[in-house]
C-alpha cells in the first residue's frame, strides 16, 4: 500500500523520517510517498484532510481531531524547548500585555500561536509570516515582537535580538508538563493494520535515527534552513528525545491538557474532545 508521508523541511523532522525515506529500514510491506512543507502548510493539508499521515501542530489537530489518530512516535515534545518571544529593543511581558504592540506569529495553527494567544490573550495585532522570516522582520522595524519556532531559536542572538518570553518556559510553570509542539498523526479511514505497521514504522525510524545519528546528516543538510553542523545537532537534540519515540502516558497527558486548556478558554473547538492515540 502507498501512503502519502508529509513532514517539515526542518533537521528534526528530516532526521526522525530519514530511514523511512531512504529506505534504510524495514516498512513493512508499506511505501510511502514523501512531502516536504513548511509546518503551516502541513497544518493547513490536515485541515483539508488531504493527508494520510502528516506531522502537524498540535494546535492544528484540535481542528481535525475527527479525521485523524496521534501516533505514538514522531512528537516534538519535551521540556525547554519551547518558542520563544522576541525583540530588537527591550521590551517587557506587561508592554505585550498592553496589546499594542504588532506580533509575528509563525502561522494561525502553529502550538506557538496557541501558547502565546494563552499566555497574552489581549495581545491581537498578529500577522503571519513564514518562520524563517520572522527575525529579519523584526530587525527591519516592521514588527514589535515576533514568536520563533525551529532553527530561530538558534541564530536569533547573534543577531543582536532579545528574549522576551520563553513561553515552554511558561507553560512549564504554568502546568508542570513537557511542552507538546508537534505530532504525527494519520487517517483514521485507514485500515487498523495498516494503522499498526505504520506506526510501527516510525518508531523504527526514529529508533534508527537515535542510534545512527550521522546516517541522515546529507538528508537533513538538503532541507535546513541553517547549515552550520553544531546548530543542526543543537536542533535535533532539542526536539528528539524520547517523547519522539514513544509519547508514554505522561506526553499523552501533555497534550490532551493542551488541547483542554485551550478548548476552555476559546481558542479552538469542541472537537478537540475527540483526541485519540495510536
Not at 8 to 22: E, G, K, L, R, T
Not at 26 to 39: K, Y
Not at 214 to 233: G, K
Request: net charge neutral; glycine share 6%; with cysteine.
Amino acid at each position: 500500500m502507498i501512503l502519502s508521508l508529509a513532514f517539515s523541511p526542518c533537521p528534526n523532522d528530516c532526521f526522525m523520517f530519514d530511514a523511512i525515506v531512504n529506505r534504510r529500514i524495514d516498512l513493512e510491506g508499506l511505501e510511502f510517498t514523501p512531502r516536504i512543507a513548511d509546518i503551516e502548510a502541513l497544518n493547513t493539508a490536515a485541515l483539508a484532510g488531504e493527508a494520510q499521515i502528516t506531522k502537524l501542530s498540535y494546535h492544528a489537530y484540535a481542528y481535525c481531531a475527527g479525521s485523524y489518530e496521534i501516533l505514538a512516535a514522531g512528537s516534538a515534545l519535551g521540556r525547554n524547548c519551547g518558542p520563544l518571544v522576541i525583540s530588537k529593543r527591550r521590551i517587557s511581558s506587561d508592554e505585550i500585555a498592553t496589546g499594542a504592540l504588532r506580533i509575528a506569529i509563525p502561522g494561525k495553527c502553529t502550538t506557538a500561536n496557541l501558547l502565546f494567544s494563552a499566555a497574552f490573550p489581549t495581545a491581537r495585532d498578529k500577522t503571519e509570516l513564514k518562520f524563517s522570516e520572522i527575525e529579519e522582520a523584526i530587525l527591519q522595524g516592521a514588527f514589535d515582537v515576533g514568536v520563533i519556532i525551529h532553527e530561530s531559536r538558534f541564530t536569533y542572538r547573534a543577531k543582536g535580538l532579545n528574549n522576551v518570553v520563553d513561553l515552554g518556559e511558561w507553560w512549564e510553570r504554568t502546568t508542570g508538563c513537557p511542552i507538546p509542539l508537534g505530532g504525527v498523526v494519520i487517517s483514521r479511514t485507514l485500515p487498523s493494520d495498516v494503522k499498526d505497521r505504520a506506526n510501527r514504522v516510525v518508531r523504527h525510524s526514529v529508533a534508527y535515527a537515535q542510534a545512527n545519528r550521522h546516517d541522515s546528516l546529507p538528508f537533513v543538510r538538503r532541507y535546513a534552513q541553517e547549515l552550520d553542523e553544531r546548530v543542526i545537532y543543537e536542533h535535533i537534540d532539542l526536539y528528539v528525545n524520547e517523547y519522539s519515540r514513544d509519547l508514554r502516558a505522561e506526553g499523552r497527558r501533555a497534550v490532551m491538557l493542551l488541547l483542554d486548556r485551550a478548548r476552555t478558554i476559546g481558542l479552538t473547538p469542541e472537537t478537540s474532545a475527540a483526541a485519540s492515540f495510536l
